[in-house]
T-cell receptor, first 114, second 116 residues
Framework: KNQVEQSPQSLIILEGKNCTLQCNYTVSPFSNLRWYKQDTGRGPVSLTIMTFSENTKSNGRYTATLDADTKQSSLHITASQLSDSASYICVVTRDSTNAGKSTFGDGTTLTVKP | DAGITQSPRHKVTETGTPVTLRCHQTENHRYMYWYRQDPGHGLRLIHYSYGVKDTDKGEVSDGYSVSRSKTEDFLLTLESATSSQTSVYFC???????????????FGPGTRLTVL
């Protein structure tokens, strides 16, 4: 069964600290992996997208890594800010030619405290 | 929200009544999607469309139907709402170009539906 599992389920950190969120997947075949940020009460917003050949991709203070061999990805947030408090969702797509072939993780809820 | 609106934003209805949710985009993107989001399940695809009058089922399509008569509008209908369909519904759009780098989805603000 195609699955995407994220850990931890929730995380609390102090403002200014770094953190890393994990995503393990069993989806096959693999086309790409995306990370989204979802603020409370809003729709998800794309942070990064990586294909099989990409190991890392950055978007400001967000850096995503991908190990396609072990089927693991991480999202590292540097110098956290209060506005980083949100749910972070990992999405793996099986087929780039079929829009419906994506599996979403349940997300990690990050709380940044002052 | 990338030129995507959803209506209504909130709705409370009773079991057995029909409900239609509307998604409207101004981006002229080819692909449109309906998802539901529930605690412990993440986002799950209900139906999607790859063009006017071209739709396909997602993983949780039972009890839902869709229609797309214009590029900009994608309607989701619950023929006879049940309490299990209480959820937050998100519409999304994308411009799929057959390249894995070009499939970013843009999501709408969501519709919170409560079925009593």
């Amino acid at each position: 069964k195609n699955q995407v599992e994220q850990s931890p389920q929730s995380l609390i950190i102090l403002e200014g600290k770094n953190c890393t969120l994990q995503c393990n997947y069993t989806v096959s075949p693999f086309s790409n992996l995306r990370w989204y940020k979802q603020d409370t009460g809003r729709g998800p917003v794309s942070l990064t997208i990586m294909t099989f050949s990409e190991n890392t991709k950055s978007n400001g203070r967000y850096t995503a890594t991908l190990d396609a061999d072990t089927k693991q990805s991480s999202l590292h947030i540097t110098a956290s800010q209060l506005s980083d408090s949100a749910s972070y969702i990992c999405v793996v797509t099986r087929d780039s030619t079929n829009a419906g072939k994506s599996t979403f993780g349940d997300g990690t809820t990050l709380t940044v405290k002052p | 929200d990338a030129g995507i609106t959803q209506s209504p934003r909130h709705k409370v209805t009773e079991t057995g009544t029909p409900v239609t949710l509307r998604c409207h985009q101004t981006e002229n993107h080819r692909y449109m999607y309906w998802y539901r989001q529930d605690p412990g399940h993440g986002l799950r695809l209900i139906h999607y469309s790859y063009g006017v009058k071209d739709t396909d089922k997602g993983e949780v399509s039972d009890g839902y139907s869709v229609s797309r008569s214009k590029t900009e509008d994608f309607l989701l209908t619950l023929e006879s709402a049940t309490s299990s369909q209480t959820s937050v519904y998100f519409c999304a759009i994308s411009e799929w170009r057959g390249s894995s780098n070009m499939d970013t989805q843009y999501f709408g603000p969501g519709t919170r539906l409560t079925v009593l």
